[in-house]
């Protein structure tokens, strides 16, 4: 499980500094903030989803953030566990790439 929390948190960081562009440019009134809380859910999510145990500090910030967890859990990829590890990170870039298209 370590790996696909490594691919996770990179994918976030690297989401974090796109998100930081598309601020200015693609994603008129979120802030880096909101960027960023809204990007960390969906991975903690994920994570989740894949069967990763969450830490307490990580599961204290879902519960924090409560409303963006409900509309993330909508948008997540809907794929099986099954497909391993891989595809959800793989599944869950598409999904980002797409959000960020629209």
Do not use: W
Not at 23 to 39: D, F, L, T, V, W
Not at 54 to 66: D, N, W
Not at 81 to 92: C, L, S
Request: charged share 25%; glycine share 8%.
């Amino acid at each position: 499980m370590q790996s696909e929390e490594t691919l996770a948190l990179c994918h976030l960081q690297a989401s974090q500094e796109q998100g930081r562009g598309m601020n200015r440019e693609g994603a008129p009134g979120k802030s880096p903030e909101e960027m960023y809380i809204q990007q960390k859910v969906r991975v903690l999510l994920m994570l989740r989803k894949m069967g990763s145990n969450l830490t307490p500090s990580e599961e204290a910030f879902l519960r924090t953030y409560a409303g963006v967890v409900n509309s993330q859990l909508s948008q997540l990829p809907q794929h099986s566990i099954d497909q391993g590890a891989e595809d959800g990170v793989m599944a869950f870039s598409r999904s980002e790439t797409e959000d960020r298209r629209q």
